[in-house]
């Protein structure tokens, strides 16, 4: 099943409902908390996992290990291991990592521009109280 979707004013897609729009599918890629802010973080050069948790403070080892994993799966960082004494671990974006450079920055000027701070409250409301 397909269905035609209008991605700009110059062209029709057949998309195959079978998968996600790709918007949808690019979205879902980034959906946590934490992705967008790890991509940015290692958009400026090859970062060390304790240079990551120190920069994103207050993520805990354990998430930022799992959101890594995940970023690494998606083909979105690479994971260098340098050998020594200790086994030191470097992250940097791969191609297709920073490919999503320019679509966080537009990201990010459509929040700056479009969210206020009470919308970001409830945005991040648990329900608990």
């Known amino acids: 099943m397909t269905q035609n979707c209008k991605s700009d004013s110059n062209s029709n897609l057949n998309i195959d409902l079978k998968y996600p729009c790709p918007a949808v599918a690019t979205?879902?890629?980034l959906?946590?908390?934490w992705?967008?802010?790890l991509i940015h973080c290692l958009a400026g050069g090859?970062?060390?996992f304790g240079q990551i948790h120190r920069a994103l403070n207050p993520i805990s080892k354990k998430v930022l290990a799992q959101e890594l994993k995940k970023l690494?799966?998606?083909?979105?960082?690479?994971?260098h291991e340098i050998v020594g004494n200790v086994i030191t671990v470097k992250y940097t974006l791969t191609a297709r990592g920073e490919s999503l450079l320019p679509?966080?920055?537009t990201l990010f000027k459509w929040g700056y521009n479009n969210i206020n701070h009470d919308?970001?409250?409830l945005?991040?409301?648990?329900?608990?109280?």
Not at 123 to 129: A, N, S
Request: no cysteine.
């Open 27 to 29: 979205l879902l890629l």
């Open 31 to 33: 959906n946590s908390k």
């Open 35 to 37: 992705a967008p802010m």
């Open 46 to 48: 090859p970062h060390l």
């Open 72 to 79: 690494e799966r998606n083909s979105l960082v690479d994971r």
């Open 103 to 105: 679509i966080l920055e």
């Open 119 to 121: 919308q970001l409250d």
């Open 123 to 129: 945005l991040y409301w648990d329900g608990t109280g």
